[in-house]
């Protein structure tokens, strides 16, 4: 069955340090998406992509972070500059996009662990 | 206001059992989908069913059934004859837009099932 994939699972960084997060899709998926969970609290989302494009972005998605579809397949998340409270699990989901009458469901990868020193 | 609200932070149920996790929502928009995701210990997030808000019929998928009371604006899932693997966090989730909408998540229901 298809599913989302990450890569790191974990990633330790330093404060200031950039970090790039990725994503495979499932493979006919048209709309991307990333959100967070910090330790305990519940999943936020953080940005939606279609089209080559961001569609949607909360409030967290700021001048730090920024998405990129550099290929055909991968779908990434670039936080610049990693501040303490960026420590969280980060996770890629992609949902079909297509005509109405689905359900269009969001599939989750089984998310990156950031942790920031 | 909260768009999700989960009241239950934990619920135990005996091993066999049948349990009720609330879920309530907030929305003016007239088309919007619910979902619930389960997520183990280990921290993937499953995706476990889904309502629309024109789906005249409860959905089902095999122990999972949601308990849609549109006028009430509750969604709530129920399980059916828990196994010890149901052991997890369970969250409710709002999409607003018809597709391709973000996922508005509730706190989440932390799920004990006792053997």
């Known amino acids: 069955e298809p599913e989302v994939t990450q890569t790191p699972s974990h990633q330790v960084t330093q404060m200031g340090q950039e970090v790039i997060l990725r994503c495979v899709p499932i493979?006919?998926?048209?709309?991307f998406y990333w959100y967070r969970q910090i330790l305990g609290q519940k999943v936020e989302f953080l940005v939606s992509?279609?089209?080559?494009?961001?569609?949607?972005k909360s409030e967290i998605f700021d001048d730090q972070f920024s998405v990129e579809r550099p290929d055909g397949s991968n779908f990434t998340l670039k936080i610049r500059s990693t501040k303490l409270e960026d420590s969280a699990m980060y996770f890629c989901?992609?949902?079909?996009?297509?005509?109405?009458?689905?359900?269009?469901?969001?599939?989750f990868g089984p998310g990156t662990r950031l942790t920031v020193l | 206001a909260q768009k999700i609200t989960q009241t239950q932070p934990g619920m135990f149920v005996q091993e066999k059992e049948a349990v009720t996790l609330d879920c309530t929502y907030d929305?003016?928009?007239?088309?919007?989908?619910l979902f619930w995701y389960k997520q183990p210990s280990s921290g993937e997030m499953i995706f476990l069913i889904y309502?629309?808000?024109?789906?005249?019929q409860n959905a089902t998928e095999g122990r999972y059934s949601l308990n849609f009371q549109k006028a009430r604006k509750s969604a709530n899932l129920v399980i059916s004859a828990s196994q010890l693997g149901d052991s997890a966090m369970y969250f409710c989730?709002?999409?607003?837009?018809?597709?391709?909408?973000?996922?508005?998540f509730g706190q989440g229901t932390e799920l004990s099932v006792k053997p």
């Open positions: 989730a709002m999409r607003e837009a018809p597709q391709g909408g973000k996922l508005i």
């Open positions: 493979s006919n998926h048209l709309y």
């Open positions: 989901a992609s949902s079909e996009g297509r005509a109405s009458g689905s359900t269009d469901t969001q599939y």
């Open positions: 929305t003016s928009d007239p088309s919007y989908g």
């Open positions: 992509f279609y089209n080559n494009e961001i569609s949607e």
């Open positions: 309502q629309g808000s024109y789906d005249q």
